[in-house]
């Protein structure tokens, strides 16, 4: 990413609030933690952050505090990428290898399991790794034809609250690179950032974001109904499948709950109207801006 065409879009957008009483202190704010920074931060210090994650097939569209950018990736992120990483390891894939445990009569022998383009499956176990009096006593009077062994995944961290910040995480920064502070810098959207960043605590309600099939394209749309008036910002994760994502980001005018409590109502038999978020420059543009802010404050449909 050109940090510096970033900067200035950034900067430029904070200048623009002050026509909305919204005096933003500081050159730039980390869109995550608010904090603070100056112009030469955002060339030295401030760290480019894939949207959704490197491993998921993201992109570098915006820039996050050092602190901010660890900790979601060592908090959150992973909890994300193992989920995914469970599923299709379930799936047995081809050309494919993994670390497993091998289990019987309460002996472990550690191994890998690998998966051949033709689907044949081999144990692959490397003597160095495992106690040479059980790999003995696996060789001579375990791993005998027809024996069955247990075969167990080694553990992989994943928790659903963790999971679920992270799937938000990636919606608010994608949304924050189109809109910057114009909407976000609201402090309705403090719960959503502290959910991202404090993902253990209830800040927000479950489940602002379903993963089903999703037959539009990636994009960030205006919902149609008042009742979960926000945008749906609807994108890809990708490992060796694709999984589309649609996270709800409702607007100030609609409490979490109440949107929380709309979406569980739909269904994927259920029709819903949305609208594209129209493509214009809500950094920079003052027009643009004051129609996005109109519709973020109001209930009339059309942006
Ligand atoms: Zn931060």
């Not at 081999?122 to 060789?139: E, Q, S």
């Not at 375990?142 to 062994?149: A, F, G, Q």
């Not at 976000?184 to 993963?211: A, E, G, M, N, S």
């Not at 739909?266 to 950094?283: E, G, M, V, W």
Request: net charge neutral; glycine share 2%; proline share 4%.
């Amino acid at each position: 990413m050109d940090r510096k065409v970033y900067y200035i879009n950034m900067h430029n957008n904070i200048n623009k609030l002050v026509a909305y009483n919204i005096n933003i202190e500081g050159d730039y704010l980390c869109p995550l933690c608010l904090n603070t920074y100056k112009e030469q931060d955002v060339r030295n210090v401030l760290t480019e952050e894939d949207v959704p994650q490197h491993s998921l097939g993201g992109k570098r569209i915006v820039l996050t505090c050092k602190n901010c950018n660890s900790t979601c990736g060592s908090e959150i992120d992973i909890h994300l990428l193992n989920a995914i990483k469970l599923r299709e390891q379930h799936l047995f894939l081809p050309d494919e290898k993994r670390k497993i445990h091998i289990e019987k009569n309460g002996k472990i022998l550690n191994a890998d399991l690998q998966v051949d383009e033709d689907r044949t499956i081999k144990l692959l176990v490397n003597t160095k790794k495992n106690n040479p009096k059980v790999w003995a006593d696996f060789h001579d009077n375990i791993l005998l034809p027809n024996e069955l062994v247990n075969i167990e995944d080694l553990p992989l961290k994943r928790d659903e609250r963790r999971i679920s910040a992270a799937l938000i995480k990636n919606a608010y920064l994608l949304l924050f690179a189109r809109t910057g502070y114009s909407l976000l810098y609201d402090t309705y959207y403090d719960d959503l950032r502290k959910q991202i960043l404090d993902p253990d605590v209830f800040h927000l309600p479950d489940r602002l974001w379903t993963i089903q099939n999703i037959s539009i394209p990636d994009g960030i749309y205006l919902t149609q109904d008042n009742k979960y008036r926000g945008f749906f910002v609807i994108y890809t994760l990708e490992l060796k499948f694709k999984y589309r994502v649609c996270v709800l980001i409702p607007t100030p005018m609609i409490p979490y709950l109440a949107a929380t409590k709309e979406l569980e109502k739909i269904d994927a038999h259920t029709r819903i109207k949305i609208l594209s978020l129209p493509d214009l420059d809500y950094l920079n543009n003052d027009e643009a801006i004051k129609r996005l802010r109109e519709w973020c404050y109001s209930w009339k449909m059309k942006l």
